[in-house]
């Protein structure tokens, strides 16, 4: 059974159908964040040359496939928002309170959204960790994590990498 939905000037098939408010509903989730972060990640990776694609559906533990020019990595796109006591942010490696291995994703990259600020970490740096903490605002941080700030370069094959 097809259902015609008339379509006026300036109202989009959405609002026509009722649908306006069940979208405006679904912001601000942490579905709608997630989405937002993995938007921001493709831009970014895109940005720096990277080939990035996207798997069908969400089936899988990871958000993309970044080629590296040696070998397909899978990369699973993490987001905060929020800074928590002692000025860190944290994010958890996992979901459904299942932790991520190297048997499901090559590399998490961790959006700390306020700060516009990436980490790109092997998920060997964290195998068995509950939560990563982020202290990218102290001064001379020397958080176990801060070698991955911006670690773009893990994603991209050594001769990729030295282009100038």
Known sequence: MTTAIEQKPG???FAAAGWVEEIEAS???S???GEQAEAAFLNKATSLGLNVARPWGDSERYDFIVDSGRR???VQVKSTQYLREHNRFRITPGAG???YTNKDIDFVAAYIVPLDLWYVIPVNAFTNRTCLRFYPRTNNSR???EKYREAWWRLQ????????
């Open 72 to 74: 397909l990595l899978r």
């Open 157 to 164: 094959s050594r001769k990729v990498a030295n282009r100038g």
């Open 97 to 99: 309170g299942v932790l």
């Open 31 to 33: 579905k709608w964040a």
């Open 11 to 13: 109202i989009s098939i």
């Open 143 to 145: 958080g176990r994590l």
């Open 27 to 29: 912001h601000n989730t």
